[in-house]
């Protein structure tokens, strides 16, 4: 046996999992196995049909070709409408979040009765996807971009709360409790002590889920909730596919422009 | 102890006891500070010398005692008498807790936030008056010149001078000083505490310091107090300390 300068041993902590625990190795390998076994089964997972549909799709990509221009100014239009929703409906998410993200904030929370509730809340809002409650203010307030604003706006509601809640919980408690310690109430506290510090990063998540909304806003049309997604729904019904790669073309440089441009605002702001 | 010092002791602790579970924190402690006094406390990591003090601002009640600060019985009070005499203690941290993105000025006006009307704190909008008063703090501490600069770009030194500011502009009575210089060179360690012993002389303050160099309590504090284990087994005029006291403080 091999030994150290001192003629000592020492067992090597860091042996492989395979050597120290082969039962449980085994076991995790089974568990993932079965997990993809399932899943493969359930999703009909095909790649045959995909080979037979493959001319298919390669006769499209070729009436693709050239891009259809001639309805430009109206399908800008509809980009346009697109980013208008998410501007929108992001800040309508704002003006829910600001008060909830207090309650939910576990540091700064004026009760801790409501911050579970509050926390329940928020967790159902962000898990009702915007194209769900689309479909239901469609059905409320009927066809176009309002209908997509509001879904818009109480998804972001839940995630911007939660993430703001997040950035507040992982402020450091000292300065806001020396300002506390003055005797000042907790409204001044927050608006003093702790905003300043905070909103900077309160403006780059926010940016981050406008970001993100104008993505999934192009989606929205599909449901009858505006935006550039409805004529993208209206050529693919028509199978009119170089009107559709002109879309996908002007969907591809809008989310491009916005994510350049939010990142460059979000780098400038931290 | 200064020729100023007249009334009855500004803070003054009477029994203090404090138990986590079974382990006792704080063991009947008692122990006086006179306005415009400094009182050093000495003592290892673990002697009880950070629950002293949150058991003086109440963030920690303590289980028998009293402390009195002034005319406050500290451990009787609560709500708006609770903060109206928190309101006059000024505190010190070992981390100087700034706010890094507001300016020096910014901060110092956090002494004041207890006496100005909420809405005014929200639209920044602070009185002449509070700012004079935050101008005169700065200007009393030299950090005059760096008013309009960020927190977070001062060294430590200058973000403890901008601490004491903060608590000059409160109009505090009474200063508690939580290891104000364990994070700070020895050089800028002085000058926090000799800033701290001038202004308890000027404006008739009563500072409390925890402390765990024993050189600079007896240099810059009046009163020596040592902490062991939760009891005091020491209180002594700073000249008096002896190397005696200073083995049986830090004993392990």
Same mark, same amino acid.
């Given at each position: 046996m091999r030994t150290g300068d001192a003629g000592v041993f020492y067992p090597d902590p860091a042996r492989s999992w395979i050597a120290v625990a082969p039962v449980r190795f085994v076991a995790t390998l089974l568990l993932v196995l079965l997990v993809y076994g399932f899943s493969i089964y359930f999703v009909d997972f095909d790649l045959g049909r995909l080979w037979s549909g493959l001319p298919k799709l390669a006769h499209w990509a070729a009436k693709a070709w050239p891009p259809d221009a001639r309805e430009l100014g109206v399908l800008i239009e509809r980009a346009i409408e697109t980013v208008a929703m998410a501007v929108v409906g992001t800040t309508i998410g704002v003006i829910i979040a600001a008060p909830c993200c207090i309650l939910a904030a576990r540091n700064i929370t004026p009760s801790r009765l409501l911050y579970t509730p509050m926390r329940w809340f928020l967790n159902t809002l962000r898990g009702i996807d915007s194209f769900i409650f689309a479909l239901l203010f469609v059905a409320a307030v009927g066809l176009g971009p309002f209908a997509g604003v509001l879904g818009i706006g109480l998804h972001s509601a839940g995630t911007i709360a939660k993430l703001w809640s997040e950035a507040i919980e992982a402020v450091e408690p000292g300065p806001l409790e020396a300002a506390a310690l003055t005797g000042a109430n907790r409204l001044k506290v927050i608006s003093y002590a702790l905003l300043p510090d905070i909103l900077p990063n309160l403006t780059s998540i926010t940016l981050y889920v406008w970001e993100f909304n104008v993505r999934s806003s192009t989606v929205l049309g599909v449901v009858g909730a505006g935006g550039i997604g409805q004529e993208l729904k209206n050529s693919v019904d028509l199978l009119d596919f170089a009107r559709l790669f002109t879309i996908i073309l002007i969907i591809l440089a809008m989310v491009t422009a916005i994510d350049q441009f939010s990142a460059w605002l979000r780098r400038r702001l931290v | 102890m200064t020729a100023l010092s007249?009334?009855?002791?500004? $803070?003054?602790?009477?029994?203090?006891?404090?138990?986590?579970?079974?382990?006792?924190?704080?063991?009947?402690?008692?122990?006086?500070?006179?306005?415009?006094?400094?009182?050093?406390?000495?003592?290892?990591?673990?002697?009880?010398? @950070?629950?002293?003090?949150?058991?003086?601002?109440?963030?920690?009640?303590?289980?028998?005692?009293?402390?009195?600060?002034?005319?406050?019985?500290?451990?009787?009070?609560?709500?708006?008498?609770?903060?109206?005499?928190?309101?006059?203690?000024?505190?010190?941290?070992?981390?100087?807790?700034?706010?890094?993105?507001?300016?020096?000025?910014?901060?110092?006006?956090?002494?004041?936030?207890?006496?100005?009307? @909420?809405?005014?704190?929200?639209?920044?909008?602070?009185?002449?008056?509070?700012?004079?008063?935050?101008?005169?703090?700065?200007?009393?501490?030299?950090?005059?010149?760096?008013?309009?600069?960020?927190?977070?770009?001062?060294?430590?030194?200058?973000?403890?001078?901008?601490?004491?500011?903060?608590?000059?502009?409160?109009?505090?009575?009474?200063?508690?000083?939580?290891?104000?210089?364990?994070?700070?060179?020895?050089?800028?360690?002085?000058?926090?505490?000799? $800033?701290?012993?001038?202004?308890?002389?000027?404006?008739?303050?009563?500072?409390?310091?925890?402390?765990?160099?024993?050189?600079?309590?007896?240099?810059?504090?009046?009163?020596?107090?040592?902490?062991?284990?939760?009891?005091?087994?020491?209180?002594?005029?700073?000249?008096?300390?002896?190397?005696?006291?200073?083995?049986?403080?830090?004993? @392990?």
């Open positions: - | 007249a009334a009855d002791p500004a $803070i003054r602790i009477v029994g203090l006891s404090k138990r986590f579970g079974d382990r006792i924190v704080l063991d009947d402690v008692s122990f006086e500070v006179a306005a415009g006094e400094v009182v050093a406390i000495l003592g290892a990591s673990g002697a009880g010398k @950070t629950t002293l003090f949150r058991c003086v601002t109440r963030l920690a009640q303590s289980d028998g005692g009293q402390i009195f600060l002034g005319e406050h019985a500290i451990r009787n009070l609560g709500g708006r008498q609770l903060s109206i005499a928190r309101g006059e203690i000024g505190l010190i941290f070992q981390q100087f807790n700034l706010i890094r993105r507001l300016s020096a000025l910014d901060n110092v006006l956090v002494g004041r936030l207890g006496e100005v009307p @909420t809405w005014r704190v929200m639209l920044r909008r602070f009185p002449q008056r509070d700012r004079q008063l935050a101008l005169a703090a700065l200007d009393r501490v030299g950090m005059l010149p760096y008013a309009l600069q960020r927190a977070d770009i001062l060294s430590g030194g200058q973000q403890q001078r901008v601490a004491i500011a903060r608590a000059l502009a409160q109009q505090s009575r009474f200063v508690l000083a939580d290891e104000p210089v364990a994070s700070l060179d020895p050089q800028s360690a002085k000058s926090i505490l000799s $800033i701290l012993r001038d202004i308890a002389r000027e404006r008739m303050i009563a500072v409390l310091v925890s402390l765990h160099q024993v050189e600079f309590a007896i240099q810059f504090a009046d009163r020596v107090i040592g902490l062991r284990a939760g009891r005091m087994i020491a209180d002594r005029p700073a000249a008096a300390f002896a190397e005696a006291d200073h083995r049986m403080i830090f004993a @392990t």
